[in-house]
């Protein structure tokens, strides 16, 4: 699984979360770079990566 660290131009409530304590957003790969219409498509091996990296962070973070 690769990664990269990018900046979203979007208003997510991450964002004004961001001001009260750590945020942080999962972007999933999706088709053509589709994303908030309707022939956005992320396969389901996109779908299990995602939450597999949203899952660790929570893990690590109840470590902590």
């Known amino acids: ?4 660290y990018i900046h ?3 208003g997510h409530d991450a ?3 961001s001001y ?7 972007f999933v790969q999706s ?3 589709l994303s908030h219409c309707e022939p956005e498509y992320s396969s389901p091996e ?5 939450a597999s990296v949203m ?6 973070a109840d470590a902590e």
């Open 20 to 26: 009260m304590l750590p945020t942080t957003m999962i």
């Open 31 to 33: 088709k053509d770079g």
């Open 55 to 60: 899952l660790n962070a929570v893990l690590k």
């Open 8 to 10: 979203s131009g979007a």
């Open 15 to 17: 964002q004004f979360a």
């Open 1 to 4: 699984m690769s990664h990269q």
């Open 46 to 50: 996109h779908c299990t990566e995602g």
